[in-house]
């Protein structure tokens, strides 16, 4: 291969072990392993983060954002403090912390407070499994809070197969207010409106300079069919694997045989994300 390795950002990890899982996400991850035991055998490996950034380096990935998660209705929970604690003293882990407007109150001052003081690099909601819509001026004060300490939010938006998953909150046209409202906000879709709403996720692309779509938890083979316009606007998207959903080496692969040109792929593993995270 000619010219220096680019940089690979996965841009959506979550924990291997949350405290608790929900019963629909912990047999939706039971599914892939022969037994309980093995399952279990794998959290227990990768709770280490030592155990996760040697995968990060067999799969060739530079830098993992991973994801807090308080969502005990629908996945469970991965607090802001296990993430800082998985995270701590690597520059390779990403934080991203979370709130839960159900259960939050204040969430502009904790943001600053999680990001100056805790070293958070971004905010991650869930709409969709915390029931709540992300054009809410009820949120409005933490956009705000992101947007003046240059936080990227990314957001959960389309479908899920968690149970109590509420999809009406994950039409991406509901960013439209967000984005007009906080230009200099970074809005990053995760899974851009899996399911119905690929076209309306690209239309908030092609609208909205701030907007940005994370391409996890989609079939790579499938990006095309998806996102015709991959290609034009290839400096929009960002990779991601949703880990441990999703392989991070067999992901990369595919999305390097994509007929997209080399440049294109480049921006899409890693240009893209290490502009937004400022790396
Ligand atoms: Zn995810």
Redesign the pocket.
């Known amino acids: 291969m000619a010219g220096p390795q680019k940089k690979i950002i996965d841009f959506?990890?979550?924990l291997a072990q949350y405290e608790p899982f929900s019963d629909s996400a912990y047999e939706f991850y039971l599914k892939s392993y022969p037994s309980a035991d093995a399952y279990k055998a794998f959290r227990d490996k990768y709770k280490n983060p030592v155990e996760f950034t040697g995968l990060m380096d067999e799969s060739g990935v530079d830098y993992a954002v991973l994801?807090a998660?308080v969502a005990p209705l629908t996945t469970g929970i991965a607090t802001n403090e296990m993430i800082a604690a998985f995270c701590r003293g690597n520059p390779r882990l990403i934080p991203f912390c979370t709130f839960n407007p159900q259960l939050d109150a204040n969430m502009g001052k904790s943001l600053e407070d999680l990001c100056v003081k805790q070293g958070f690099k971004g905010l991650?909601l869930y709409p969709t499994y915390n029931h709540f819509y992300p054009n809410d001026p009820a949120i409005y004060p933490l956009y705000a809070a992101a947007e003046r300490l240059s936080i990227p939010v990314l957001f959960?938006t389309g479908s899920s197969v968690f149970k109590n998953s509420r999809i009406k909150y994950g039409n991406p046209i509901l960013f439209d207010d967000v984005a007009v409202d906080f230009p200099d906000l970074t809005i990053i879709m995760?899974?851009g409106g899996r399911g119905p709403w690929y076209g309306e996720a690209m239309a908030m692309v092609r609208l909205h300079a701030n907007v940005y779509i994370d391409a996890?938890?989609l079939p790579p083979q499938k990006l095309l069919e998806y996102f015709p316009e991959m290609e034009r606007f290839a400096h929009k998207f960002v990779f991601?694997t949703?880990w441990p959903?999703a392989d991070m080496k067999r992901n990369i692969e595919k999305i390097g045989k994509l007929p997209l040109a080399r440049e294109a792929v480049d921006k899409i593993l890693g240009e893209n994300a290490l502009r937004i995270l400022g790396l």
Do not use: N, P, T
């Open positions: 959506h990890v979550h994801l998660e991650k959960h995760a899974h996890a938890g991601g949703d959903g």
